[in-house]
């Protein structure tokens, strides 16, 4: 199971410090987890140095297509690589939204992510207004497919299902609901696929315990080391 904390652009080195010493000594010990940060890129050095030998990962949040070339503002990952982090998310919605991310760069990133070592969590999901007119299963199988296609199964690429509705919204998906998208995403792509959207410690469990839920992706409850530690134990508990 992989609970992967997203700070998104919280966190200088300073903090990312402080709560990294926090997180190590929280879920210290704990079993059948893979626990994640995913650091801004400028607070990667400091989270890596005080995860060192905690077996906490520390990720990126995106990461280009080439090794490089004149794309001011983007961060290869093979210079990620080059600093130790372990992975990297990819398309996630707020790319997607904000910033011109499609199924396909999103499934090209991951993809040369892939092929330069690195672990991806490669984010999908339906807007409200798609799950309103019934067109979940189309929206996943485009989303899904264009990563199938590029990317390919692969023993480092986990997706993350994150309905955008549920996003920062304190909405969450329902656990029948996760489990529905979650075996249709299964059935496209054999890999881990773990839920995002308002995941907090007092849902984690019944989202977790879902058969084809393999973890969480958490956005706003990361940046508190005791929830996302109680999100963590709560995923041990899970499968124990
Ligand atoms: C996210 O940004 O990936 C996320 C799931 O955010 P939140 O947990 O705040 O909904």
Redesign the pocket.
């Known amino acids: 199971m992989l609970v992967a904390g ?1 700070w ?1 652009m919280f966190k200088g080195p300073s903090a990312a410090s402080t709560f990294c010493t926090s997180l190590g000594s929280a879920v210290d010990g704990i079993a059948g987890v893979d626990v994640v940060v995913c650091a801004p890129d400028v607070s990667l050095p400091a989270a890596l140095a005080a995860l060192d030998g905690s077996g906490i990962a520390v990720y990126a949040q995106n990461a280009h297509w080439l090794e490089n070339g004149p794309f001011t503002g983007e961060v290869a990952p093979e210079m990620l690589a080059e600093v130790g982090v372990a992975g990297t998310i990819v398309g ?1 919605s ?1 790319r997607r939204q904000y910033f011109g991310e499609t199924d396909e760069t999103a499934a090209r990133r991951a993809s040369h992510a892939l092929d330069a070592g690195l672990a991806v969590i490669a984010c999908v999901g339906e807007r409200a207004d798609e799950r309103d007119d019934g067109r979940m299963d189309e929206v996943l199988h485009r989303q899904v497919g264009a990563i199938a296609e590029i990317a390919g199964p692969h023993s480092r690429l986990t997706i993350a299902y ?1 309905p955008i509705w ?4 304190g909405r969450t998906a329902s656990p029948d609901q996760a489990q529905e998208a979650h075996a249709l995403i299964r059935s496209l792509l054999d890999v881990p696929v773990v839920y ?4 907090k410690p007092e849902n984690a469990a019944s989202l977790l315990g879902q058969p084809d839920v393999g973890g969480a ?5 990361s940046l508190d080391v005791d929830s996302f530690a109680a999100i963590c134990l709560s995923a041990s508990s899970s499968r124990s």
């Not at 549920?166 to 919204?169: F, P, Y």
């Open positions: 997203n998104k996630h707020e994150e549920a996003i920062g919204t995002g959207g308002s995941v992706l958490v956005g706003g409850a």
